[in-house]
């Protein structure tokens, strides 16, 4: 029953308001604090930001990021960059404007000039290794009372089928190198996953070979080249997916197919304990994933915990591996621990070779270590180089190296397509990193891995398989449109 005393009404009606009030006051309190906070935050912010020292910084790294993407389709913003790579008067203007600022020392930022260093280099980088195979082989002449002309086949063959593959992709259509790029991949896991069959063979402790009578072949540089085509195109294809169907969230659904065919290609070629090819891979899917604009969080943690499994799995868990590892970082340190732990035998005589060569080298085919040192026509061939050419023919090398990795890099900063940008970018990634860790490891500063030297190494799969990537890197370059104005198309 509802009391009709006016003094009980007026009663509740204080108490309501007072109970009101207090939590007014408690919010208005909560909303102060909290305003308070972050009123704090804000002008430690600008403290930072607007420091000298924070505002010089920010300079420096601003004239350098516009001194770099200077011409490149980063500099004027994505809509400008539309309206350049369109077709028709648009383009052509746009395109000459770029030309003319690649005039004076600009021409290191030319698509045109780095689409010649990049042939260039690939060309000499492959006669380099031809030569020096033959060199570091001739002590097999008279072990294995072998011809000159036999020891020269050898590598010769792959280089010709490697080049006349280079040459057939330059005919092929750029779309349709995207098209294949699946069935490249489906054709990489057949191979790689024959190599835990009986048909597989080991070599140096990784069981990642195929053997088909007297043909011999690694199918984990096959993997290379398909990740390098096929992740670009699927990925785009679930950046386009997330982005259709992101409703204030993020969309990680599509990347769920790329992502498991990566995991299960690096899982078969870790398979086959092929260490230094799984860091490749990782370091190609990774950059690939990133260009494509997955999110950097979920790529550093899956990075960061994919890395510590694999270090306790494979390395830590690998006494062989593990050996390696403690050789190259103590064991390997002073001469007579390195002379009594056979770890250590490779990367010694990596040591002496270097020293040897002194600033000239001894001359083509005078090495000594070739005798003595092992894979010294692969793994360990620019040690060889270091001690018939010296210091001068090993930084030749260096450059010849350096040139290839910023030309595919310039071109893919400088491309109208994103796919193609994408593609040069993973070869690009593959060629450097490969090449780093070679030189690194026969350096000593990292452990033994069995990786050869691009283009330079002895070793069929992998010369006609970076052929076959450099050749896809030449033909995606003569796409970009400075270089097409250049060819009058």
Known sequence: MVSRDPRARSSRSVNSANSANSANSANSSTASSKNGFVRAVYSLHDRLTQSRLARSLSRRVDNAISWLTRGSRFEHGASEFTARSGRGSAQRAGASRIREDYSGWRFLFSPLASYWALTSSVVVLTLIGLVMVFSSRTADIADERASIFSIMWQQGRFALFGCAIFIGLQFMKARSIRKLSGLAFLVAMFLQALTLTPLGSSAGGNAGWLVFGSLRFQPAEVMKFALAVWLPHILLAARKQAQ??????????????????????????????????????????????????????????????????????????????????????????????????????????????????????????????????????????????????????????????????????????????????????????????????????????????????????????????????????????????????????
């Open 244 to 489: 259709e169907h992101r409703l204030h969230k993020l969309n990680l659904k599509p990347y769920i197919l790329p992502g498991v065919a990566f995991i299960a290609a690096f899982g078969l070629v870790m398979a086959g304990k092929d260490l230094g090819t799984g860091i490749v891979i990782v370091l190609i899917g990774v950059g690939a994933f990133f260009l494509a604009g997955f999110p950097v969080t979920y790529l550093l943690s899956a990075a960061l915990l994919g890395g510590g499994l694999l270090f306790i799995v494979l390395v830590r868990g690998n006494s062989n591996r593990w050996d390696r590892i403690m050789a190259a970082y103590g064991g390997c340190s002073t001469r007579q621990a390195a002379l009594s732990d056979k770890l250590c035998f490779q990367t010694l005589h990596g040591d002496y070779a270097l020293a040897t060569g002194g600033l000239t080298g001894v001359g083509l085919g005078n090495s000594r270590e070739k005798s003595y040192l092992p894979a010294q026509d692969n793994d360990f061939i620019f040690a060889i180089i270091g001690e018939e050419l010296g210091f001068i023919g090993a930084l030749a090398v260096i450059l010849c190296i350096a040139v290839m990795a910023w030309s595919i890099i310039n071109l893919s900063l400088r491309h109208q397509s994103v796919y193609m940008q994408m593609v040069l970018m993973c070869f690009g990634i593959w060629f450097t990193a490969q090449s780093l860790i070679n030189l690194a490891v026969v350096l000593g500063l990292l452990p033994v891995m069995g990786l050869p030297l691009p283009f330079i190494s002895s070793g069929g799969s992998s010369l006609v398989m970076c052929l076959a990537g450099a050749g896809v890197c030449v033909r995606f370059a003569r796409e970009q449109e400075d270089v097409r104005a250049s060819r009058g198309r």
